[in-house]
């Protein structure tokens, strides 16, 4: 099922590579510099607390289920099938 997972990173000068990297863990696709579009039966709730571990206290973090409907432009080179196909899962 997609999911999207945006955020506001708000400490500046600390190191989210962790967070980064375990988003990457799911079938994902960046699609904005804080946005991503991942596949995963996991429910919103599992991925907030999944996340949440590599957040400061002041950092944003929103995750919310997709119906498949969508529309874009101007995302990251080379991911309009990677959309297309996650939003089919």
């Keep these: ?6 955020y506001d990173l708000r ?3 600390t190191n989210y590579d962790g ?3 375990r988003i990457k863990q799911y079938t994902h696709c960046k699609l904005t510099e804080s946005c991503w579009l991942v596949s ?3 429910t919103t709730a599992q991925i907030r607390d999944d996340l949440k571990r ?8 929103f995750v ?5 409907n969508a529309a874009w432009t101007g995302t ?3 991911t309009t099938e990677s959309i297309k ?3 089919k899962s």
């Design 1 to 6: 099922m997609a999911k999207i997972i945006t």
């Design 11 to 13: 400490e500046p000068g």
């Design 19 to 21: 967070l980064i990297a």
């Design 40 to 42: 995963t039966t996991w």
């Design 54 to 61: 590599f957040l400061d206290v002041n950092d944003r973090l």
């Design 64 to 68: 919310a289920e997709l119906s498949g």
């Design 76 to 78: 990251m080179l080379g």
């Design 85 to 87: 196909k996650i939003l």
